[in-house]
C-alpha cells in the first residue's frame, strides 16, 4: 500500500509525553493520526514482513522501561507494544542512574529483532549491550565496555546469515570506526578497527543475501563522499578506503546537506535537507549504485507561511514510495518538520510530500 508513517514525540499539556503514528496516503492524500503514552522514540523500523516497530521508553511508577511497539501494515491505529527491558541495573548492569539510553534496531528474522543499546555505567564509561527480541522474550549480550562517549555512539546494525554487524565510533573529528560481529546463539562476539580513522558512517543499506552499501565521508587534505556495495564475503575484511570516491568537497560546510535525511534506496543514495548556513533551504543529492553523481540541487517550498515568517529546518525523513527504488529513477515519500518564528509565536509545522526522481 503507497502508505508512509511517521512517528514522532510529543508533550501534552492535558495528556502528558505522547507519541504519535502518523499515516499519510499518497493515493488519497488522506492523513490519520494514533497516538500511544510513551517519552522517548529510541529507534524505528521494519520488524516483520507485515508490521514496523518503534522503540521507545516509557516510564512506569519509578521505573523506565524499553518497549516495542508494532504497527501493522494496514490499518491506522497505533498498534500493540510488548516490553523489551527494565532500564536499571539488572538489565544494564552498573548502569547510572542519570544516564541516557541510545539504542538502534534491525530486523534479523521473520519476528526477531536485534536492539544494540548503549549507556553510561557509574564509573562514567559507556558499554553497548545487545538485546535479541524473539516476540517472546529477550536474551542480552554484553558487546564491550569500558568505552568513551564517541566510541559507543552506534552509526549502523546491519545483520545478514545469522551475523549481527554493528559499527561504533565517533562519525568526525579524528575518531575511529568499530566493526562487531555478533551471533549471540553460537557466543560470537569479534571486532576490529577500521581504516580510515577519520571517517564516519553517513548511511547504510541491505539487500538480503548480497551486498552491505555504505556512503562514508572521509577527512584528509578534501572532504570526500566514498560510497559502494561490499560483498558479504568482504564485510569482515574491508576498508572504507576500498569504497569508490564519489564526490569531493572543500570543507564539511560545502556538502550538500549538513542537517537532513542521508538515506539507500534500494541501489541509489539520497540526502535531503539543509545545507551548512541557511537552515530555511532545502537541497537535495542523488547517487547511483556505481557511485555517480546523479542529481543536485535545492527545492522551491511550496508551504503556505504568513508574511515575516522565519523557518529553520528541523528533521527530515525519506522513504521509497515503490517497493523497488530502480536506478533509472522513481517516487519516495519526504516528511520535514520546519520550526517556524514570527513576532507572535513559534510554532513546529510538518510537511508531507512525493518527490519524483527521474533522468533527464
Not at 180 to 186: E, F, G, H, M, S
Request: charged share 20%.
Amino acid at each position: 500500500m503507497d502508505r508512509a508513517r511517521v512517528f514522532i514525540e510529543r508533550n501534552l499539556v492535558t495528556a502528558g509525553p505522547q507519541i504519535e503514528v502518523h499515516t499519510f496516503d499518497a493515493a488519497t492524500t488522506s492523513h490519520d493520526v494514533a497516538s500511544f503514552a510513551g517519552d522517548d522514540i529510541l529507534a524505528a523500523g521494519r520488524i516483520s514482513f507485515s508490521s514496523l516497530g518503534v522503540l521507545y521508553t516509557e516510564f512506569v511508577g519509578n521505573f523506565e522501561v524499553i518497549r516495542l511497539r508494532s504497527v501493522a501494515d494496514s490499518g491506522n491505529d497505533s498498534g500493540a507494544s510488548s516490553d523489551i527491558a527494565t532500564i536499571d541495573d539488572g538489565t544494564f548492569p552498573g548502569i547510572d542512574p542519570q544516564s541516557n539510553v541510545d539504542a538502534v534496531m534491525v530486523q534479523v528474522g521473520a519476528n526477531e529483532v536485534d536492539i544494540v543499546v548503549s549507556y553510561r555505567d557509574t564509573a562514567s564509561n559507556y558499554r553497548l549491550y545487545l538485546l535479541r527480541h524473539d516476540g517472546l522474550g529477550v536474551t542480552p549480550t554484553a558487546i564491550d565496555a569500558g568505552l568513551s562517549s564517541a566510541e559507543a555512539e552506534v552509526t549502523a546494525v546491519t545483520h545478514h546469515d545469522g551475523l549481527t554487524y554493528v559499527y561504533a565510533g565517533q562519525v568526525f573529528g579524528g575518531g575511529k570506526i568499530r566493526q562487531y560481529r555478533l551471533d549471540p546463539v553460537n557466543g560470537v562476539n569479534e571486532s576490529r578497527e577500521l581504516d580510515p580513522p577519520s571517517s564516519g558512517i553517513f548511511a547504510y543499506g541491505t539487500t538480503p543475501g548480497a551486498a552491505d552499501r555504505y556512503s562514508v565521508v572521509t577527512i584528509g587534505a578534501q572532504v570526500e563522499l566514498r560510497a559502494g556495495e561490499v560483498p558479504l564475503a568482504d564485510l569482515p575484511t574491508f576498508q572504507f578506503i576500498d569504497l569508490a570516491v564519489s564526490d569531493t568537497w572543500v570543507t564539511i560546510a560545502d556538502i550538500p546537506v549538513n542537517n537532513g535525511a542521508y538515506s539507500w534506496l534500494d541501489r541509489t543514495f539520497m540526502m535531503l535537507g539543509a545545507p551548512s548556513g541557511d537552515s530555511s533551504q532545502m537541497n537535495y543529492f542523488i547517487m547511483g549504485p556505481n557511485g555517480a553523481v546523479l542529481a543536485e540541487a535545492g527545492l522551491p517550498f511550496t508551504g503556505n507561511v504568513r508574511g515575516g515568517t522565519t523557518r529553520a529546518i528541523d528533521e527530515v525523513a525519506v522513504v521509497k514510495r515503490e517497493a523497488e527504488f530502480p536506478p533509472e529513477g522513481g517516487d519516495v515519500h519526504a516528511i520535514w518538520i520546519e520550526s517556524q518564528y514570527d513576532s507572535s509565536q513559534q510554532r513546529e509545522q510538518m510537511y508531507y510530500d512525493v518527490l519524483r526522481c527521474l533522468p533527464q
